[in-house]
């Protein structure tokens, strides 16, 4: 077998392709429509959005980091205060806290998902800690009922949880969507995420009608109507009727989406455990985003990967605290080991909704011929 194949670690322009005329449509409807923001699209996507996450209320802004500043501030979070949260899981949580001043605390993950270790938020309560940021990493679910009655039991019934769904479109904990369990949940809708815009995008999801009212008026300068700033720290942050129009039309299609990611997941499990531990178990409730392995000799897989076409990645490479921005950030960092470890052994695979057959199989006899040889 030479090298006959290139397989690319993402190709979101597949999946666009899949729904072309559609897509095409959407995009005619608003040049027609003359409304470039704020419009009937916008509207009518918060709607169907917040109905896909069973959720009262959904609040559209520019990409799934606004949304989690925006989100933290609607739950009160201010400069000093502490956020929980996890170091492993691509910096955006922190990125939002540096900005508003906040103080993130790092707690550790479970050895087996690499998901916050739940048991261990209870312990990093302090007198300041506002909010938890629960991230539902590769696609996988953070039990954020469970989290929530950890709380409540120990009296912190005062800590807010935010769900960042950014890499999870469509997972779910028994029957509850993420984005209806915590206090406020955020979205981005980057083009590789399971649902993803021809740009940036992001959406805050909340039952609580008071949340999206001030989530409302922090994305457009703090007004409360035109040219009138009722609340601090309102900023400019939209999601254009483009980019609705195209979601809207994506949405429609995410179920399907979500059940391609979840069968090349299914595939590569299969392929890749007899030589690497797999971290995102294939799972009905998991979304489908990322497929994520680790080993101890990853470099030497990745250079024998990559020598023979098949690309791979690292979510994450670095924790929170180790990168350059944080050397002069207030932090506090609990325990580590696995978060630790991990950072050192993890990477990821090609898989998204636009992968085919015939890539998976060549990505399996990489490892049967190559990788087995090796590890
Ligand atoms: C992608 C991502 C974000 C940020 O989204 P942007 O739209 O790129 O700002 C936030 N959190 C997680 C977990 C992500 O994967």
């Known amino acids: 077998m030479g090298n006959d194949m290139n397989v690319l670690f993402n190709l979101p322009a597949r999946e666009n ?3 072309r005329v559609e897509i095409d449509k959407a995009i005619q409807d608003v040049l027609d429509s003359g409304y470039y923001l704020l419009g009937n699209h916008v509207k009518a996507f918060e709607q169907e959005f917040a109905g896909f996450c069973e959720a009262a209320n959904c609040v559209s802004v520019g990409n799934g980091t606004d949304a989690l500043e925006i989100a933290l501030r609607s739950l009160g979070v201010m400069a000093g205060d502490e956020v929980i949260t996890v170091a492993n899981a691509g910096g955006y949580a922190t990125t939002a806290c540096n900005i508003i001043g ?3 605390v790092y707690v550790d993950v479970n050895r087996a998902d690499l998901l916050l270790d739940i048991d261990q938020v209870v312990g990093a309560v302090s007198p300041i800690t506002k909010c938890v940021v629960a991230t539902h990493l590769y696609g996988q679910a953070v039990d954020v009922v469970r989290l929530r009655e950890k709380l409540d039991q120990a009296a912190y019934s005062h800590v807010k949880i935010l769900e960042d769904c950014a890499q999870a479109h469509g997972a779910s904990i028994g029957d509850r969507p993420v984005g209806s369990m915590g206090d406020v949940a955020t979205f981005s809708f980057y083009p590789t995420k399971n649902l993803g815009a ?7 999801v909340t039952n609580c009608a008071e949340i999206a009212h001030s989530c409302l008026q922090l994305r457009q300068y703090g007004w409360q109507s035109k040219y009138d700033s009722a609340v601090p720290f309102g900023r400019n942050s939209r999601l254009d009727e483009l980019q609705a129009a195209i979601l809207r039309v994506k949405l429609k299609h995410l179920p399907e989406l979500n059940a391609k990611r979840r069968s090349a997941i299914e595939f590569l499990y299969q392929a ?3 030589y690497v531990d797999v971290v995102t178990l294939p799972s009905a409730s998991s979304a489908g985003h990322l497929f994520v392995v680790r080993h ?3 470099g030497k897989i990745r250079a024998e990967l990559s020598l023979h076409g098949v690309a791979s990645d690292i979510h994450y490479p670095l924790l929170d605290m180790d ?3 944080m050397q002069e950030q207030p932090y506090r960092v609990m325990s580590m080991d696995h978060s630790v470890t991990a950072s050192e052994e993890i990477f990821s695979l090609p898989c998204y909704a636009g992968i085919d057959t015939a890539e998976l199989q ?3 006899r990489v490892f049967d011929l190559y990788i087995s040889k090796i590890v």
């Open 17 to 19: 392709e899949l729904f």
């Open 102 to 104: 906040a103080v993130p």
């Open 198 to 204: 021809l740009g940036d995008g992001g959406a805050i």
């Open 272 to 274: 890749c455990k007899p």
């Open 296 to 298: 101890r000799q990853r």
């Open 323 to 325: 990168q350059g921005s």
């Open 362 to 364: 060549y990505i399996g």
